[in-house]
């Protein structure tokens, strides 16, 4: 394939962390692109896969969503952390799940970076067994109360976002800043992503009704597609190949230790 993007790829697999831990690490390597610490030590045309996944289990919300349709209460009593994303969207609930982060500074348009971020789990997800198609329109938001625009952004569909059979495999936000972007998202290895409904503030029965049935109707995992739970190790193994295959080049694996001193100066 023809690499228009960048012709240096690194990978970082950070492992499982706390909610704000995560959250914190997305914060400080977005930083590290805007003030350019990170294209000096490695390059202008680099971009930098980091995946990691939860512990313990987080809901997390977006950057300008209201908290009030989360029960932060039931979270805490049953050692779910809560926090902030630095991108948009609404609520999901990582439990048993791959997550991604991307970054890059590139004067690419969004949609063509969210494509190509996409393109490569799609890739990767092909070494499964696992045919998943590009969305093509947005589902219609929820209308109606706080909890309802609550909702897990697996219930929304932008283009270029993922779907197996129909029903949405990857839930994926971005952010920019400048020319720097990053983009992270969800890629659920079990069902577990549709407990949401049982933290959520829900006055009436038919709404926590509705709400269980569009997330069993428009979201799906890789456990319910290939009767198994994948390995995390695997999916990240998979995705730093398939990084490099759709660009041509040679992934470099980062370590903590590697982004040190980066990190430590923001």
């Known amino acids: 394939m023809e690499n228009i993007f960048f012709s240096k790829i690194y990978c970082l697999d950070s492992g499982f962390h706390t909610g704000e831990e995560n959250m914190a690490f997305d914060r400080q390597l977005m930083a590290a692109f805007l003030d350019g610490r990170f294209q000096q030590r490695y390059g202008s045309d680099s971009c930098l896969w980091r995946f990691y996944s939860w512990h313990p289990h987080a809901v997390t919300i977006g950057y300008n969503q209201d908290i009030s349709g ?10 779910i952390d809560v926090v902030r994303r630095p991108t948009g969207g609404r609520a999901v609930f990582h439990a048993e799940e791959f997550t991604y982060s991307f970054f890059a ?48 952004c697996f219930t929304a569909s932008a283009r270029y976002e993922l779907q197996v059979e129909g029903r949405k495999l990857v839930g994926s936000a971005q952010r ?56 995390y190790a695997n999916i ?4 730093r190949s398939a990084a490099g295959k759709l660009h041509g080049v040679e ?16």
């Open 251 to 266: 992934t470099v694996k980062l370590s903590l230790c590697d982004l040190q001193d980066i990190l430590s100066a923001t």
């Open 176 to 231: 920019r800043s400048r020319n720097v972007l990053l983009q992270h998202g969800s890629l659920p290895l079990s069902a577990r992503h549709k407990e949401l409904c049982a933290l959520m503030f829900l006055a009436e029965k038919s709404a926590f009704e509705e709400i269980c049935d569009e997330m069993e109707r428009k979201t799906t995992s890789l456990e319910e597609i290939l009767g198994y739970v994948p390995d």
């Open 105 to 152: 500074e590139s004067p690419a348009q969004n949609a063509e970076l969210y494509r190509m971020v996409h393109e490569v789990i799609q890739l990767a997800l092909e070494s499964l067994g696992i045919h998943a198609d590009f969305c093509r329109s947005t589902l219609p938001r929820s209308q109606g109360d706080g909890a309802s625009r609550a909702v897990s």
């Open 70 to 79: 989360i029960d932060t209460l039931k979270c805490c009593s049953a050692g």
């Open 236 to 239: 990240s193994v998979l995705m």
